[in-house]
């Protein structure tokens, strides 16, 4: 049999579509075509298909996805679609795949991968280690009735509030670890290309609240996936216009005839610390599917350059000089911290700081375990400036944004 791993050309889609359908269900092949056809960052390249004799026998896709930290941006790269038709099963072509798709990603400067999957130790195999997420729900008759007279809450308008929208999430973002950057591009596509069953009904129930007349925040709420709100925002200072939300919502998933309202979004986002603020009891859940895998470790703490001097800055850090080997599995670099400019390349020197992956990609994304593990790790190092490079912060890559 001739065997040959490349990318996708436009006459693969005949075959490319219903293999995806074959893999994923009846009816999903316009949903694929949407997801990779209408991508804000569509690159034809990182389409991936494997060919048996002429024929597509497996695909995996690769999303450009580029992420906040701070001030600065990282290229992240979601890997999607991952199918094997059921004839060619049990021959490695998903992992022959997969491992293309990194080559890929290293070659093209990305930084970090991501994917979402209920069969982790798969994926482990080459690579991507699990981070665990808290996601919280309340009951919704807990919710107190907030009387807040200033706040109009209405129903989400569609293109008409899309600018405002950007405007909030653009703000709101910022402070969180590893959001997607979003584009003109994608809020303008964003209706489309995200189009899944059940999205009129889910745009219905979502909600825009205003003060003065002006925008300050939005909910995005899905009705028909288990009274779920998937993302949420408001302007800093609109903590009366939060709360107006979070009310709207309680209300909307009782009127539905909801239990608990759930939110996809972890501890410390603004609903949970509204909720907890006001004593309403919050059921912790912890979800396994987002797995992460670093592509390039140096390249990676150069793109988070610009961040890591503002937090050297602001821990009054920026007037040292320090170097030591960072090891984190597979990946090495040799990092530089000179005043509060930060810069890091590849080496095979032995390391100075070992931790693993999953312990990094914890760190990294401001969670304390692997804050702890990675400042423990450099406990030797003189002024040792982990913990202030890798501070707690919220890790929030909204579930709108899955590919």
Request: aromatic share 8%.
């Amino acid at each position: 049999m001739a065997e040959v791993v490349r990318a996708a050309t436009e006459a693969d889609y005949p075959e490319l579509l219903p293999l995806l359908e074959t893999c994923f269900g009846t009816g999903t092949g316009p949903d694929f075509e949407r997801i990779i056809t209408l991508d804000p960052w569509r690159d034809p390249e990182n389409t991936r298909v494997l060919i048996v004799d002429g024929h597509v026998a497996s695909h995996v896709q690769v999303h450009y996805r580029p992420v906040r930290f701070g001030c600065a941006q990282a290229v992240m790269g979601g890997i999607g679609h991952v199918g094997t038709h059921p004839d060619f099963r049990k021959r490695g072509y998903s992992t022959r795949l997969l491992n293309d798709c990194i080559r890929l990603m290293e070659r093209k400067g990305y930084h970090l991968s991501l994917l979402f999957t209920g069969i982790n130790d798969f994926y482990a195999k080459d690579g991507w280690r699990t981070i665990p997420t808290e996601r919280f729900s309340v009951a919704a008759t807990d919710v107190p009735i907030w009387d807040e007279p200033a706040v109009c809450v209405r129903p989400y308008g569609g293109d008409d509030d899309r600018e405002a929208r950007r405007a909030i999430y653009d703000t709101v973002c910022h402070g969180w670890l590893g959001a997607l950057r979003r584009t003109p591009l994608y809020w303008q596509r964003q209706p489309k290309w995200a189009r899944l069953e059940g999205a009129d009904e889910d745009a219905r129930h979502s909600l825009m609240a205003e003060v003065g007349g002006r925008a300050v925040g939005y909910a995005a709420f899905r009705p028909l996936s288990g009274h779920l709100c998937f993302e949420f925002a408001a302007l800093p200072g609109c903590d009366a216009a939060a709360r107006a939300m979070v009310c709207a919502l309680a209300r909307q998933t009782v009127e539905l005839g909801g239990d608990l309202l759930h939110f996809d979004l972890p501890p410390g986002t603004q609903p949970h610390r509204i909720l907890a603020d006001a004593g309403v009891p919050i059921e912790l859940g912890t979800s396994r599917h987002y797995m992460y895998r670093v592509i390039d470790l140096a390249g990676l703490l150069n793109a988070l350059a610009p961040e890591f001097a503002v937090r050297l800055q602001e821990a009054d850090r920026a007037g040292g000089r320090s170097s030591f080997v960072l090891d984190i599995e597979s990946h090495r670099a040799a990092v530089t911290i000179d005043r509060a400019r930060v810069h890091a390349h590849p080496t095979t020197s032995a390391p100075d700081v070992c931790v693993t992956q999953q312990e990094f990609l914890r760190a990294l994304h401001g969670y304390d375990d692997g804050r702890a593990a990675l400042d423990a790790a450099g406990s030797g190092l003189p002024h040792n400036p982990l913990g202030v490079l890798f501070p707690r912060g919220v890790h929030v890559y909204a579930a709108g944004d899955h590919f």
